[in-house]
């Protein structure tokens, strides 16, 4: 009797902490799932800013043809399509809220540009019909609609994560596991999204 007492006054605390370690060691294997989808979601988002930026030099080019004397606004599109994509390798090696955030100004800004050159090709009816400038301002409208979608599926994750990290128990491991919380990937302004969808009507 005194033995299986014995036994079972050792036995408990090492089950215990077994089952806690368990439980803890499972919360913080959720934790990284979680911060590795949300990157996959990011990665996601930057494989259709790069299809953008790919874009953006070509129609600029047929642009340059119709628009001798716009070089200012041509340039400006150059200049924020470089800027974004060298913020979009950089977010790419390590997608910190920084790096993320980074990358978001670049691409309001670089949306800014194109809304600048779509004002100024309304101006131009022969660039308007011009069949190859209308395939490129066609897919970049489609790649719009694609990193939308991948920007909501990136919210959706961040969501998840962010509300594991600042739930208990989870934010105890998350804060000493040196989880971050992650930003969300804001909506663009309306006003910015009909800039860049604006129509060649012919």
Same mark, same amino acid.
């Given at each position: ?33 979680? =911060? ?18 790919? $874009?953006?030099?070509?129609?600029? =080019? ?26 979009? @390798?950089? #977010?790419? @090696? ?19 540009? $194109?809304?600048?050159?779509? #004002? ?14 209308? @395939?490129?301002? =066609? =897919? $970049?409208?489609?790649?719009?609609? @694609? ?56």
């Amino acid at each position: 009797m005194e033995h299986t007492t014995a036994m079972n006054s050792w036995y408990l605390p090492v089950i215990t902490l077994l089952l806690i370690s368990y439980y803890l060691i499972k919360i913080f294997n959720r934790l990284v799932r979680l =911060e590795n989808e949300n990157k996959n979601a990011f990665t996601q988002i930057s494989v259709q800013l790069k299809r953008r930026h790919d $874009l953006i030099p070509n129609l600029v =080019e047929i642009a340059k043809t119709y628009l001798k004397h716009e070089s200012n606004t041509l340039e400006s599109v150059i200049a924020a399509r470089n800027h974004a994509d060298a913020t979009r @390798r950089k #977010a790419d @090696r390590s997608p910190t809220p920084q790096t993320v955030g980074d990358l978001m100004g670049a691409e309001n800004i670089l949306t800014g540009a $194109l809304g600048g050159l779509f #004002a100024v090709v309304e101006n131009y009816p022969d660039l308007k019909a011009d069949q190859t400038m209308g @395939r490129l301002h =066609e =897919e $970049l409208v489609s790649t719009e609609n @694609r990193v939308a979608f991948a920007r909501q599926a990136f919210n959706d994750a961040v969501m998840v994560y962010n509300t594991r990290c600042e739930s208990f128990p989870d934010a105890i491991i998350a804060h000493l596991g040196g989880f971050k919380k992650a930003v969300l990937w804001d909506d663009i302004s309306q006003e910015e999204k009909e800039a860049v969808k604006i129509s060649f009507d012919r």
